[in-house]
């Protein structure tokens, strides 16, 4: 089973900075071949079809809560896409053509369908594919996988962050670069317990500290990249036994944390009536809160 909280991993710069093509190139972190869909996909079915769970329990414990990491971690994305979109457009009535500003957008399919949010496609509009999705059933296999998986999506991640300085998309994958290290460095050190092979000594993929970026640097700082989190109150709690020593990179001590970290209020989304969306009038909200107010039984 899943928990969910009204909240999201870090903070997201809230600036009216509009920029429908920025928003077109962090969907490939989203719905990309090495996407948070994908990594969060991968790990959801190799989970579900996990073999002799019980004699191999910290791996398992491993992918476990590393997959309900990923969920926030799409949902964090999805975020930093609404924020590159909002403000792209602006009301008007429809015979003064309020959408022309966006019909040459990379990604039109935003306001085409969406009102202006994310997506579950890549930066070129490809809808996500199962297909992105390997479970082998083969422990190794699907480690040596995952640690692939992990450090193609941080060469994708470092890629749209040269491609635009818009500040949420930038703080999202500032942040998503640094976690995204420690499952690296996790899967690593899976590899080793499973093998005996030292895969650390790879290390960064690419050969780029994440302090090079202005946007990893505090979290590292803080040590988020030693850290990692079971998701869960009671379980999971065995992948201490591979996630200890120290970190390969600067010898940091690695640390497993019961539960969840910190999160952060969900800014509020305004509505876009160019786009119909929610499509609720002033009037129609009253008529709502009265109707809710009668199914609570509330006295006005």
């Not at 500032?174 to 690296?184: A, F, T």
Request: a negative charge; aromatic letters at 10%.
């Amino acid at each position: 089973m899943f928990k969910r909280m009204d909240e999201i991993s870090i903070e997201i710069p809230d600036i009216e900075k509009p920029d429908p093509n920025a928003a077109a190139a962090v969907q490939e972190l989203l719905g990309g071949k090495f996407g948070e869909m994908s990594t969060l996909n991968n790990y959801l079915y190799q989970s579900f079809n996990f073999r002799s769970k019980e004699k191999l329990r910290p791996f398992y414990d491993l992918i476990m809560s590393i997959t309900a990491e990923e969920l926030g971690h799409v949902e964090l994305v999805s975020h930093a896409i609404n924020k590159c979109l909002r403000g792209s457009t602006s009301y008007k009535e429809p015979d003064q053509i309020p959408l022309d500003v966006v019909i040459d957008a990379r990604l039109s399919y935003h306001f085409l369908a969406g009102a202006q949010g994310a997506m579950p496609f890549d930066s070129m509009g490809n809808p996500w594919t199962g297909a992105n999705v390997f479970n082998s059933g083969n422990l190794v296999e699907d480690l040596l996988h995952n640690f692939f998986l992990e450090c193609g999506a941080r060469t994708h991640k470092m890629k749209v962050y040269e491609m635009t300085d818009h500040p949420a998309a930038r703080a999202v994958i500032g942040y998503l670069l640094v976690r995204g290290g420690v499952h690296v460095v996790a899967y690593a050190k899976a590899l080793e317990v499973a093998t005996g092979v030292n895969v650390t000594k790879l290390v960064p993929i690419p050969s780029l500290s994440n302090k090079s970026f202005n946007e990893t640097r505090k979290y590292e700082e803080k040590g988020v990249h030693t850290k990692l989190y079971t998701w869960s109150d009671n379980d999971f709690t065995t992948i201490g036994q591979i996630w200890k020593g120290t970190h390969p990179e600067d010898g940091s001590a690695l640390e497993v944390i019961p539960g969840t970290p910190q999160g952060y209020p969900i800014a509020e989304a305004p509505a876009v009536e160019e786009e119909f969306a929610p499509g609720i009038s002033a009037e129609d909200f009253q008529q709502i809160a009265a109707r809710l107010k009668m199914a609570g039984n509330i006295n006005a």
